[in-house]
């Protein structure tokens, strides 16, 4: 697991020639561009994006056509426009039918009628609930009652002017001017109109696999118009940076000796921010998908992807605490092991889904948990019990170590990155104390607690010393080394809450166990409360409850997992962000 080393390539030629060279180093790969002026990313990637959304908008229609094959016959910028503008007509006769159908809900009590014209008495239309009904008596306003229902009469007012509000129980409602039936003619016309669209839209779904074929090549052009965007172009001539693997050097070598081009190579600076590529072995790179999913380490860090592999595994395994439920995601993973074969991507979480539950099954033997079962002691599985979950102190014991564990690997990979500093022995500091102050609270033998006591000192020193990089010119410049030293061992605060929070795997394991075992209480309780249909109540108590208790195990175990690993461990041992490489390659076939 390692960082490749990157080098900035610096490319000029004549600007006649960039759009053959664009598409050469395209067509090559390998290749990180570097912005050299702004851009919209949006504008250039209309084209892909369009043909995206008529994709997806196809493959939701539920009556596909036989797809075709004929390439002649097939134009991709206009199909992937008819099916844009059917979609976006769709959508807007969608909206003008549910405002007709909430319209006609709310005159049809009215019935169909026409407001009379300009000039002549006008009418209003007032909803008046039953009980109120009786003001209307006393209102000196020509009024009818035109529909009742179990609640409300419906009453319209003829005169010339609006009624004052006063006058009336309730405020007026607005019916509009258009008569029932031309609404619900409208309504039938929009949707005669909606059901030619989905014939249209059924029509296209032939072309589907053709869009689908030729989508990679709509990416691969927008990705050379950002390319053409964010390169110069100075008097005839162009300019172009990127970074590139250090192992690739020789075939860019070969790439600007073709085209002639002038050629820099220049070591990563300390001033530059070089993208992240990160490389393992294909066992380990589930890790390296964990770590990208949540943040890409800078480029002048280290890859955590290993650390983060087996941590997770180990994490996830002491949330299960249960070799049943662990046998339970085996089966699941048998069953799909073909079907995660397919690509890259599922073969490394195929990978890591395998090591996970292998750890969750070895330390579920070691609980002696099998849904919630605990074997006796005399059998076999019961003597290879080696962990107590109920004996909450020493859970909690092994719970903190594992933490200490983790925070301490975390500072000396933070000390190693740093070497050659002093700021190094700050790192080396922290580990000290992590681990001087587990041993100091935890051993029982005096000698053991002395050296605790020994590391927590000459941790706490290091700290108050070599905390700051303050380059130390006179006498004064101690004092600032030890006031950033003070400062730095008020971090003792958060070290030790950072190390408890490893405590939650021991509580989300107990739970997981203590639900695991209610579950089996309650159906054997059933099941010996009633005879006969008890034994079907228990089965159905059984596999509710363990569905449940292994859905928020799964939830626990993934979440708290990752957490520890990108919370604190990251908290520890990453102090730089970075951005992932993006290779400047063609995705189409050709």
Not at 52 to 68: E, I
Not at 306 to 328: E, K, N
Not at 440 to 464: D, E, P
Request: proline share 4%; charged share 20%; hydrophobic share 45%.
């Amino acid at each position: 697991m390692t960082i490749v080393a990157l080098k900035k390539l610096t490319l000029c030629g004549l600007s006649d020639e960039k759009p053959q060279v664009l598409a050469q180093l395209q067509k090559m790969g390998g290749a990180h561009l570097i912005a050299l002026k702004e851009y919209s990313e949006c504008d250039y990637s209309e084209k892909a994006g369009n043909a995206h959304k008529a994709l997806k908008y196809l493959n939701l229609c539920a009556n596909k056509r036989h797809q075709l094959n004929n390439m002649e016959l097939f134009d991709f910028a206009k199909v992937v426009n008819e099916v844009l503008d059917i979609q976006f007509n769709n959508r807007q006769l969608t909206d003008r039918r549910d405002a007709l159908l909430k319209r006609i809900q709310e005159i049809q009590p009215w019935g169909d009628f026409r407001l009379p014209e300009e000039g002549l008495l006008k009418l209003w239309f007032y909803i008046v609930p039953e009980h109120l009904m009786q003001k209307l008596q006393t209102v000196d306003l020509v009024w009818q009652v035109v529909h009742k229902d179990n609640l409300n009469s419906y009453v319209v007012v003829i005169s010339d002017q609006e009624p004052p509000f006063s006058s009336m129980p309730v405020a007026r409602t607005h019916t509009g001017k258009s008569p029932l039936s031309e609404l619900k003619n409208e309504l039938d016309h929009i949707e005669l109109e909606l059901e030619d669209l989905q014939a249209q839209r059924e029509s296209l779904t032939r072309w589907i696999g053709l869009i689908a074929a030729n989508l990679a090549e709509a990416e691969d052009e927008s990705a050379l118009d950002v390319a053409n965007a964010i390169t110069l172009d100075r008097e005839g001539i162009f300019i172009i940076q990127a970074w590139v693997p250090e192992s690739d050097l020789a075939r860019f070598e070969q790439f600007t000796a073709d085209f002639q081009l002038a050629v820099i190579c220049e070591e990563p600076k300390a001033t530059d921010k070089p993208p992240t590529l990160l490389k393992n072995t294909e066992p380990l790179a589930g890790g390296e998908d964990l770590v990208n999913f949540y943040q890409t380490p800078g480029y002048f860090t280290w890859d955590p992807s290993g650390v983060v592999f087996f941590s997770f595994a180990v994490f996830f395994a002491m949330i299960l605490s249960d070799a049943g439920y662990a046998g339970l995601f085996a089966f699941l993973l048998a069953i799909k092991w073909r079907s995660l074969g397919k690509s890259k991507k599922r073969r490394r979480l195929r990978m890591l889904a395998s090591i996970t539950i292998i750890f969750s099954l070895v330390w579920g033997v070691f609980t002696a948990s099998y849904f919630g079962y605990i074997p006796p002691k005399e059998s076999l599985l019961g003597a290879l019990k080696l962990v107590d979950m109920n004996d909450i102190h020493s859970m909690m014991r092994l719970s903190i170590a594992v933490g200490v564990v983790h925070i301490a690997l975390a500072n000396g990979v933070m000390a190693y990155q740093r070497r050659g500093k002093p700021i190094a022995l700050a790192s080396l500091g922290w580990l000290a104390v992590v681990i001087g102050g587990f041993i100091a609270g935890y051993a029982t033998h005096s000698l053991l607690q002395q050296t605790g006591y020994g590391l927590l000192i000459a941790g706490s020193l290091s700290l108050l010393l070599f905390s700051s990089e303050h380059v130390i010119v006179k006498p004064a410049d101690w004092l600032w080394r030890i006031l950033h030293g003070l400062k730095s061992l008020s971090g003792v605060a958060g070290l030790f809450g950072d190390v408890l929070s490893y405590m939650r795997l021991f509580a989300l394991g107990l739970a997981s166990a203590s639900l695991a075992l209610a579950f089996n209480q309650y159906a054997a309780q059933v099941y010996h409360a009633l005879p006969g249909i008890g034994l079907l109540f228990s089965i159905l108590i059984f596999i509710a409850g363990h569905a449940l208790n292994l859905l928020l195990c799964l939830m626990s175990g993934v979440v708290h997992g990752l957490r520890l690993n990108f919370i604190e461990f990251y908290n520890w041992s990453i102090l730089d962000e970075g951005y992932p490489f993006k290779a400047f390659a063609k995705k189409g076939v050709e």
